[in-house]
């Protein structure tokens, strides 16, 4: 884990995580969280994706052909179902495959607030939350994966919503990150970035 370098410049946070830290053109904190870090995740994606449609054409062409509906109709119903139930599945699982390959965040904390840079395929949205509306900086647990259930963190900016105190939103501003260590790490960052101090 190694400190941000002056401006202009990135630096991974860890060998594994892919993940860029730097100094805004503002003088505030910069994170990058480029597409296709977790490449383990990836390739277990797209085995998954081929292991459930290779189930599915087994069950079609092979367990349940057109023959079994002819000699029982009532057949055809449960194939339907069958068919609803994995395609739901192959297409989440295909979306979560292409956010991990495609899907990118870029993170620039300073006083005035918290800017999120979202990108996907190229298509960019961004959303600023401004420093008085920011309540608290946390990791949570996002997403797990593989046989053992490894935890991935995801970073949440609390903003609270109008003069309701007891609402908050909470607002994604990295994830994926799947040492904790160094999503505590840029929790702190991010909220000294927020009180100006950025080393």
């Known amino acids: ?3 941000p370098l002056p401006p202009g410049n990135f ?4 060998r594994t995580s892919g993940i860029l830290v730097g100094t805004s053109r503002t003088g505030g904190l910069d994170v990058h969280f480029p ?3 977790n490449s383990g995740v990836l390739v277990g994606m797209i085995v998954f994706i081929f292991f ?3 189930l599915g054409w087994v069950f079609e062409h092979i367990l349940g052909g057109g023959s079994a509906q002819i000699q029982n109709p009532d057949a055809g119903e449960g194939r339907v179902v069958f068919a609803v139930i994995f395609g739901f599945i192959l297409l989440m699982t295909i979306y979560v495959a292409a956010k991990i390959a495609l899907y990118s965040q870029r993170v620039d904390v300073d006083p005035d607030g918290v800017t999120i840079t979202n990108s996907f395929a190229g298509i960019k949205s961004s959303r600023k939350i401004p420093g008085s509306e920011v309540t608290d900086i946390k990791t949570k647990v996002g997403f797990t994966f593989g046989p053992s259930r490894i935890p991935y963190q995801t970073i949440v900016i609390a903003r609270k919503v109008g003069d ?4 908050v939103e909470e607002i994604e501003a990295g994830s994926m990150i799947r040492d904790s260590g160094d999503a505590e790490w840029l929790v702190n960052e991010m909220k000294k ?6 080393t």
């Open 1 to 3: 884990m190694t400190e």
């Open 193 to 198: 970035g927020l009180k100006g101090n950025t």
């Open 52 to 54: 459930v449609a290779g």
């Open 164 to 167: 309701d105190t007891s609402y």
């Open 35 to 37: 597409p296709g870090r």
């Open 11 to 14: 630096d991974s946070i860890s």
